[in-house]
């Protein structure tokens, strides 16, 4: 095995540059990924445009990692080598604060942020906390599964937490997140509607399982929303915190506006649809990786796929300029080879 890496690393804000590193043994609790596959996310903006406070140089950026483990570190059990594994935005929570102690560990307060607090997956190897590992069904090819280590669970928790089969679900935005949630609606037996920005996304919402389109550029969504019964749940996906705001009036009596997607705009929210209603908004963030290898199965369970541009790692930096630039169609997964 060769003793040295490739890895795209961000060596200060915005500047990207491919460096080898010298291979790192595990420490305890932790195993050596070999990369297959890392998607590239808009939170990957975390860590390339220092938008995190206190965040350390050089990063390799990435938690959307799909690979083969390939060293194990000492007290590791539950794992074995040559098994294929992913590992998303949580890298391991702390066990120690007040929401781990409540059992919310996609909720820790000072977890390992892959990516972020720690080195990710733009790289051919990454170490990894064992605790933070989802299995991958061999059904799934390692691009398809990156993205839903990320984007698809952040859906398909959200979808599952908030709704029960025969509901009208919204899903606002027909993107990176979106595409997604829409499939998995549809699949978890939901009145699916989509939500986009124009009409060009119609004949892709209805291929993805859609029921119902509503372009958000041409009519007033909740009002639209309303005629068709209203919606027990609206997952926001749009990075628009103006237009999100703007589908409250269109849940129904106790509906709930379910928000993914972080918006660098406030979210206003109208008391009067909001109390008059009992409405309400909540946020989801992604989840455990129990729940990961949750969204893996029922993905190959309903044959729910992310659609996919991947590029490879050497063009890091392309890639991202590409998702960041609302380009990609509609994840991009750097791949290795
Ligand atoms: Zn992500
Ligand atoms: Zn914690």
């Not at 027990?232 to 129904?252: N, Y």
């Not at 455990?288 to 290898?293: D, L």
């Amino acid at each position: 095995m060769a003793s040295t890496y490739r890895a795209v690393e961000i060596s200060s804000p915005g500047v990207f540059s491919l460096v080898q590193r010298k291979l790192a043994v595990p420490g305890a609790g932790q195993v050596r990924i070999r990369v297959e596959a890392c998607g590239v996310c808009h939170s990957d903006a975390a860590t390339v445009e220092a938008q995190f406070p206190n965040l350390s140089y050089p990063r390799v950026p990435g938690h959307e990692v799909i690979g083969r483990i390939e060293e194990l570190g000492t007290g590791v059990t539950a794992w074995k080598v040559g098994q294929r594994v992913g590992v998303g935005f949580f890298g391991g929570e702390d066990r120690t604060c007040e929401a781990c102690r409540r059992g919310e560990t996609a909720y820790c307060q000072n977890a390992i942020m892959t990516g972020i607090t720690t080195d990710g997956g733009y790289a051919e190897t990454m170490i990894a906390e064992a605790r933070a590992l989802a299995l991958i069904p061999d059904e799934l090819k390692s691009e398809d599964a990156a993205p839903l280590v990320c984007a698809g669970i952040t859906t398909f928790n959200a979808l599952r937490n908030a709704a029960r089969a025969g509901d009208t679900v919204a899903i606002q935005g027909v993107g990176g997140l979106g595409h997604l949630g829409v499939q998995f609606a549809r699949k978890m037996g939901l009145r699916t509607v989509a939500i986009g920005g124009g009409p060009d996304k119609e004949h892709l919402a209805q291929k993805l399982g859609a029921h119902f389109y509503i372009d958000a550029k041409a009519q007033d969504a909740a009002a639209a929303l309303q005629k068709l019964g209203g919606a027990d749940v609206i997952l926001a996906t749009a990075p628009s915190g103006a237009a999100i705001g703007s589908l409250l009036p269109g849940l129904k009596t106790r509906g709930k506006l379910a928000v993914v997607g972080v918006s660098g705009d406030a979210i206003p929210v109208n008391g009067v649809p909001l109390i008059f209603g009992g409405r309400s908004v909540v946020g989801s963030l992604t989840g455990r990786a129990i729940e990961t290898q949750d969204t893996l199965d029922f993905s190959v369970l309903t044959d729910v796929r992310p659609m996919i541009e991947t590029l490879p790692l050497a063009k890091a930096e392309e890639a991202y300029k590409r998702m960041m630039g609302g380009n990609a169609r509609f994840r991009v997964v750097l791949t290795m080879t």
